[in-house]
């Protein structure tokens, strides 16, 4: 499994290719921003009919970073679904390419913004979790510690030898870690962008998906190059 | 109905316009009059040098129609491929209209005419009604499009051969499939310039299976055209042919009004520039190219009109048979790509018929000096390239639909019809068909996702929109041009400000920091991104080193590629200048020729990267594709190729490693193994992919100026979606359309076959310390594919960590 590892408050993470954080120590596999049900909500809008295999691309994904970590606990830290019709479209179609991996695993299903409140899905549905010194919801608060949180899809933007390289990627300080969206139909926000870069202190850190995740100084502003 | 206007070649025109003619001391064109005489049969195309009086020509019989005040309503839709030439042909319309006295009201119809009179043009329309294909399939999406099109007698398409090979002829060509059902007795009149094929033009033209009629006006005498030769020789390198300034100065002051066409927009820019710097007379110069503001133009059409212009720098914006006056000396700088274009464009000069057009060739750099000696040779010989075979592409079909649909309900038997008495789709199967129309209402996906949310409802075989709010984003998206996804350009630290201008995304993604360009007439330096801005400084340097907009690409036809090879096979080039002899024998010296029957390929180091070169002259298409050949095997072998750029004469690709090995690459089989993997997958492939998803309507037109929802966090690239639909269902239209839409434009993979019977095992393979004369132009051309392969692993391995060491942090 290709991993970058790093300390976060104490504890030993690591980001995962796929876009995924996984926690050793307390089995745990976190995910942000699944927003399944997303073809489904712009179709019924009336907007461009998109390959509806979305569901089952992420879902695949996540399953294999279940199997291949072997996780006790696994929590999605909100915008699971893609607004609350998409997840009562969707749900059953969910819960059963899900039930598997869900079985015997410990399934937090945390509220975001596009799908507050319960979903008719097995697992547990809560506004935030606490597991040790890590606090676990979907949008970054005011003056946390040990904060997880998604909502942003941040990605990051670096320029090498004339080409510009685009990821999603993990921006994490000594008091926050945001994860990238894990949905397959997601976009993203630079993180050189005013939310992103006040949320975050001088000393951040983005950690770039790729094979494997690589680790560079948050870009603000202009990119630096060569 | 029968028809009261058919005019024997004798018969006299009314008084008015006869009266018209004779004050003037005018006599009829035979071709005028001919068409005349055949005003009545349900298609004609006339092909008439441009000054053949050919505008006349096509409006003569509608004059005539008019002349006794009796018609009501929309009687003559005229549709030209550009705005401007829509507002030009009701200038040169209105004036004669008026001084003939006739009842009749024009009136022209562009996405720049004001909401308010397009409202009330639908409800009460004029009697020639001046339009774009654009403009026309927005018109026939409204619900009351039957009433105002009730009435309409003759269509005319202008500048037919320039809308003949393009999506945007297919839409037009399928709207006026629409307008015939509405309008069985609807006239089809077709203007063109010369052509090779005028029966091909004629098919397209037709509404299937109606004959066609074909006149052709006397083509006039032969062009004047030569090649400017100056003191000073071209660069080495480069477009804009900035050395050729006072040659060109001195010209413009010989004649009395001259037209400077580019090939881009960017060269136009920089030339008028160095033009204004040079220009000591204070010589009266405009500049016109379609980027340019809507006033700006308006301004320089209107001073050219007055006559107040000695020169016009411009662009493919007045390609197409602008009528304006005095125009007696046309230059070309850059060369020529096609010698149809070529005559065309000097059909520009001179619109006294029957008098020489004149017309000077300024190559702008070496390379082009040979090409222009080539055209020149084929000009002569009467030489014209031949049109392709044209079927008419799904994307556009799917629009259309989606368009019939906003008009209201209908039927697939009838559209399907409709549909095939469209020249392109002639030939289109019914299952074809029905694959387009349930993309079109379901989205056509293998998993029945969305029977709830269908686009279009069937009910007892009719089909309708099931949201009728959907017209709105449907009439948003309607146009076969797909626009680059642009970033604005703003001087750093004027946050706020207004931008100097756009560069399409992929520019963008390609500059380094330094790097300088021309925007908005003026250089600046790229200083970086920030969010979706390109951020530049002013900068005091003359000369931008990057060329900013891709421009229109024009490709070099066969007949051209095979002349320069015949010619570069010569021991030495009398018929070329001194400078441009030179630098042939130098590349002969240092490296050597391409030839016919062999493949010269060339490697060097440059910049820090490793260089390949293959000279296989097999146009740009299928350079290209062998473009992607080659560096999907260069990755499979650990190569690390970044990109490449393609010309019609080479493919330079670039990468971290040396390639030794060459003979292997460029084997057949090797070459056919990688076909299939590497169709599905590739960087073009999801460019093309991405231009027909937004033509067919399965992704929205991005909205201009990037107006959507801020930080762009809801959308996402077409890429994903070409992926998932790989994956999940690879039969789907979408995929099907991208494959033939890539295998026709920009695979090409016969002419590559060509080309391998043509070298055999004769590679020759120059190991060399670097760039050699004939491959520097290629790194200045536009169009770099890059390859997003393991390059990029181990770029953002070493970026990586190189900048953290500079923050001086440490991975906790």
Redesign the interface.
Same mark, same amino acid.
Do not use: K
């Given at each position: 499994m290709n991993e970058r590892p790093?300390?976060?408050c104490g504890e030993a993470l690591s980001a995962l290719t796929s876009g995924a954080l996984w926690w050793p120590n307390e089995s745990t596999l976190v995910v942000s921003d699944l927003h399944l049900g997303k073809? %489904?909500r712009m179709?019924?809008r +009336?907007? @461009? =009919?998109?390959? @509806?295999? %979305?569901i %089952?691309?992420t879902l695949d994904r996540l399953i294999g970073d279940c199997d291949a970590t072997g996780a006790r606990r696994v929590i999605c830290l909100g915008d699971s679904f893609d607004d609350l019709g998409a997840a009562q479209a969707t749900a059953r179609a969910v819960s059963e390419r899900l039930a598997p991996a869900m079985a015997g695993r410990e399934w937090t299903w945390i509220e975001g913004n596009h799908d507050p409140g319960p979903v008719d899905i097995g697992g547990n549905h809560l506004a935030e979790l606490q597991i040790g010194p890590l606090t676990f919801r979907h949008i970054a608060g005011h003056a946390p510690m040990g904060e997880v949180s998604g909502h942003?899809?941040p990605k990051a933007?670096?320029?090498?030898?004339?080409?510009?390289?685009t990821r999603p990627c993990f921006l994490?300080d000594d008091a926050r870690l945001i994860l990238p969206a894990y949905g397959?139909?997601? +976009? +993203?926000?630079?993180c050189?962008?005013p939310?992103l870069a006040k949320l975050m202190s001088a000393?951040a850190?983005a950690i770039?998906l790729?094979?494997p995740p =690589?680790?560079?100084?948050m870009p603000r502003?202009?990119?630096?190059?060569? | 109905m029968d028809r009261p206007y058919l005019y024997p070649m004798t018969a006299p025109l009314p008084p008015q316009i006869e009266g018209w003619f004779s004050a003037r001391g005018w006599s009829i064109h035979p071709h005028q009059r001919e068409m005349l005489a055949l005003a009545d049969q349900p298609c004609q195309l006339l092909i008439a040098p441009t000054g053949g009086g050919k505008t006349m020509a096509g409006f003569l019989p509608t004059l005539v129609e008019l002349a006794d005040g009796e018609h009501d309503g929309l009687h003559t839709l005229y549709i030209s491929p550009l705005k401007a030439l829509a507002a030009d042909i009701k200038r040169n319309l209105t004036a004669p209209i008026d001084e003939m006295g006739l009842p009749i009201r024009v009136e022209d119809r562009t996405g720049d005419t004001p909401s308010s009179r397009k409202k009330r043009q639908r409800a009460d329309p004029p009697h020639i009604l001046l339009t774009t294909p654009e403009s026309l399939a927005l018109l026939t999406s409204y619900e009351d499009a039957e009433r105002t099109f009730k009435g309409l007698q003759r269509v005319i398409v202008d500048e037919i051969h320039a809308l003949a090979e393009s999506k945007r002829g297919d839409q037009l060509m399928l709207a006026l499939s629409r307008l015939s059902a509405l309008r069985p007795d609807l006239r089809r009149v077709g203007l063109s310039a010369t052509v090779e094929d005028p029966d091909a033009v004629a098919r397209i033209l037709a509404k299937n299976p109606d004959p066609c009629a074909i006149l052709k006006a006397d083509p006039g005498p032969d062009p004047d055209i030569q090649m400017l030769t100056t003191e000073a020789p071209p660069p080495w390198s480069g477009g804009g042919g900035k050395y050729a300034m006072q040659a060109v100065l001195d010209q413009v002051k010989a004649h009395n009004t001259t037209l400077i066409f580019h090939n881009t927009r960017a060269q136009a820019e920089l030339f008028f520039h160095h033009l204004w710097l040079a220009n000591e007379d204070q010589i009266p110069i405009g500049i016109h190219h379609g980027a340019l503001a809507r006033e700006q133009r308006d301004r320089v059409e209107q001073a050219m009109v007055n006559g107040d212009l000695k020169a016009i720098v411009c662009t493919g914006s007045l390609d197409l048979g602008i009528d304006w006056g005095d125009v007696d000396l046309v230059i070309q700088v850059g060369a020529p790509k096609n010698v149809k274009r070529l005559v065309q464009r000097i059909g520009r000069a001179n619109h006294r018929y029957n008098a020489p057009s004149k017309a000077l060739i300024v190559p702008a750099n070496r390379f082009e000096v040979i090409e222009c000696v080539a055209a020149l040779q084929a000009v002569r010989e009467h030489t014209l390239d031949g049109e392709t075979d044209h079927s008419g592409p799904l994307d556009v079909l799917c629009q259309h639909i989606l368009i019939r649909a906003c008009a209201g309900p209908f039927t697939a038997d009838d559209l399907y019809a409709e549909v095939i008495t469209t020249g392109a789709y002639a030939d289109l199967p019914r299952t074809t068909f029905d694959r387009c129309l349930d993309f079109a209402a379901t989205g056509g996906y293998a998993l029945r996702a969305y029977d709830q949310w269908q686009r279009l409802i069937e009910l007892d075989g009719i089909y309708r929109l099931r949201d009728p709010r959907a017209t709105a984003r449907i009439r948003m998206n309607i146009g076969t041009i797909v626009d680059a996804d642009k970033m604005a350009v703003r001087l750093q630290k004027t946050r706020g400000g207004k931008p100097l201008g756009e560069v399409e995304e992929y520019f963008a993604s390609m500059l380094r920091k330094g790097d300088t360009f021309l925007i908005g007439g003026e250089i600046v330096r790229y200083e970086g991104m920030r969010e979706m801005t390109v951020e530049v400084t002013r900068t005091p340097y003359q000369k931008p080193k990057i060329a900013t907009f891709m421009g229109t690409k024009f490709a070099t036809s066969t007949q051209l590629s095979d002349r320069i090879l015949t010619m570069f096979r010569q021991d030495d080039w009398p018929e070329l200048p001194n400078h441009t002899r030179d630098w042939l024998k130098l590349q002969r010296d240092v490296s050597k020729l391409p030839e016919r029957d062999r493949l010269l390929v060339e490697t060097f180091p440059h910049d820090g990267r490793e260089h390949l070169v293959a000279y296989g002259f097999a146009g740009r298409n299928a350079q290209q594709t062998l473009g992607l050949l080659l560096t999907q095997r260069m990755e499979e072998q650990g190569l690390n190729p970044m990109g490449f750029v393609s010309t019609d004469y080479a493919t330079l690709i670039w990468g971290l490693d040396q390639v030794t090995e060459i003979a292997p690459l460029f084997s057949r089989e090797n070459l056919l193994a990688t076909m299939e993997s590497w169709l599905a997958d590739n960087a073009v492939m999801k460019r093309t992919f991405k231009g027909s998803a937004i033509i067919a309507g399965l992704v929205d037109r991005a909205l201009p100026g990037g107006k959507r929802k801020s930080g762009r966090q809801a959308t996402f690239s077409t890429d994903i979606l070409y992926d998932t639909l790989r994956k999940y269902d690879p039969d789907h239209v979408m995929l099907e359309i991208t494959r033939n839409e890539a295998m026709r434009g920009l695979v090409d993979f016969g002419r590559i076959e060509e080309m391998l019977m043509r070298i055999g095992d004769r590679i020759d393979h120059k190991a060399l310390t670097r760039v050699t004369p004939l491959a520097a132009p290629l790194f200045l051309e536009p169009g770099r594919i890059p390859i997003q392969g393991l390059a990029n692993e181990r770029l953002l391995g070493e970026e990586a960590e190189r900048l953290m060491e500079i923050a001086g942090l440490r991975m906790a």
């Open positions: 790093f300390t976060f073809a %489904e179709a019924r +009336g907007g @461009p =009919m998109l390959p @509806p295999y %979305e %089952e691309e942003y899809h933007r670096i320029v090498a030898r004339g080409r510009s390289i994490v397959t139909y997601t +976009g +993203g926000l630079y050189d962008h939310d000393q850190i770039l790729g094979n =690589m680790h560079i100084p502003g202009l990119p630096q190059d060569p | -």
